[in-house]
Nanobody
């Protein structure tokens, strides 16, 4: 079993920045791909970003490319999401994923 705990969410004005963190504990596997997803009210959960276990390969949703950066510290079993130039449409609950496990989510609210 793996436990994923997100932190760093909050309320920010449009154009601002936030940095989300996700720490894994339990039966962790540093070689897993880890990712971030988000779910806005009334919408399906959607992919945001992912990073390979080496940290070399990353992928992003088109909607966040150039604004968000995913990184990881495998020694700490942690993954991060630096979010810049935030927009109101980025408002959602953000979830950390290390398949098949999910965190509980952290709320990000961007005001206009």
């Amino acid at each position: 079993q793996v436990q994923l705990v997100e932190s760093g969410g909050g309320l920010v004005q449009a154009g601002g920045s936030l940095r989300l963190s996700c720490t894994a504990s339990g039966r962790t596997f540093s070689w897993n791909t880890m990712g971030w997803f988000r779910q806005a009210p009334g919408k399906e959960r959607e992919f945001v970003a992912a990073i390979s276990w080496t940290g070399v390969t990353t992928s992003y949703a088109d909607s966040v490319k150039g604004r968000f950066t995913i990184s990881r510290d495998s020694a700490k079993n942690a993954v991060y999401l630096q979010m810049n130039s935030l927009k109101p449409e980025d408002t959602a609950v953000y979830y950390c994923n290390s398949s098949p496990f999910w965190g509980q989510g952290t709320q990000v609210t961007v005001s206009s």
